[in-house]
């Protein structure tokens, strides 16, 4: 039986993710919770992440690596920021260590964009960089990194060279909730990548992104001249707001970088759908995949002496 050899931590805002890992990256517990940085914070971090562990039956011994909010301000410990341009295995370097334990834990920092005309910051999206650019970094890469605010960064071998966050998913909820739009949208069904008005709203938002606020009103204007369903109308909205941010991304790089598309889910079938329609060539890596990745290899970094093995 494969022995654990350490933990890696996926501790986001409102979710927390654990897997127990051996030396050659294999999963061999899992563990999944809405324990984010926003409840862990009112129950103890160390009490959150002790009873996880205990729950996988990890020794006392077994040293865990975190990523994400754990690290903010508001966390457990406050990790910081590399700055940009930030080389990938800074990431890994600039590891805070937790104090007052005697397990050794360690939280991955952000990164950050210190430009005064373009203020930024990712902090979890630098373990999926690692990760998803580990084995392949060579060249210009645009990635692309749908969420609730949705990241696009430039990256040049394993540099990173500028970023910017997108608020696409909470825009989406905003407006279909608390503007007029909620209105257009209420009872609206499930749809995907495929819809019609998804893709004509992609298609438009690309055009003419300048346009965004405009292209809002029509998920309103075209139920009510043209008969648009509660379906369609989200589905439009979804498209102005993707193919928005595809149109600013798209302005972070020269159209010979490669764009990969990191995510899972509901999320990469719709990104997957825009970019299509859009005309762009694109890889995608599993968001899941590719945050383990991460935590690899900075685990293999921070403790062993070890060449990462691929999982």
Known sequence: MAQPAYVAVDWGTSSFRLWLMDAENAVLAERRSGEGMTSAAGIG??????????????????????????????????????????????VAQGAVRVPGVARDIRILPGIAQRSVDTPDVMRGEETQLLGSLSDSAAGENLVCMPGTHSKWVAVSGSTVTSFSSFMTGEVFDVLS?????????????????????????????????????????????????????????????????????????????????????????RLQGLYEAALETAGLAFETVDADLAVRQGLATAAHSLFFSTAKATP
């Not at 996988?56 to 966390?75: W, Y």
């Not at 990548?193 to 292209?215: D, E, Q, T, W, Y």
């Not at 989200?234 to 798209?250: F, K, P, Q, V, W």
Request: charged fraction near 15%; glycine fraction near 12%.
């Open 177 to 265: 909730k608390q503007s007029i739009l909620k209105h257009a949208v209420d009872g609206a069904e499930p749809f995907d990548g495929s819809h019609p008005a998804f893709r004509a709203a992609v298609k438009a938002a690309c055009a003419r992104p300048a346009m965004i606020s405009n292209l809002i009103f029509t998920a309103r204007s075209g139920q009510l001249l043209h008969g648009l369903d509660a379906t369609g109308a989200a589905a439009r909205l979804s498209g102005i707001l993707i193919g928005t941010e595809i149109a600013g991304g798209l302005t972070m790089a020269d159209r010979s970088a490669t764009i990969r598309l990191v995510a899972s889910g």
């Open 45 to 90: 971090f160390g009490a959150v992440l002790d009873a996880h562990l205990a729950a996988v039956s990890a020794p006392d011994t077994l040293p865990v690596v975190i990523c994400g909010m754990a690290g903010a301000r508001q966390g457990w410990v406050e990790a910081g920021y590399i700055d940009v341009p930030a080389q990938l295995s800074a």
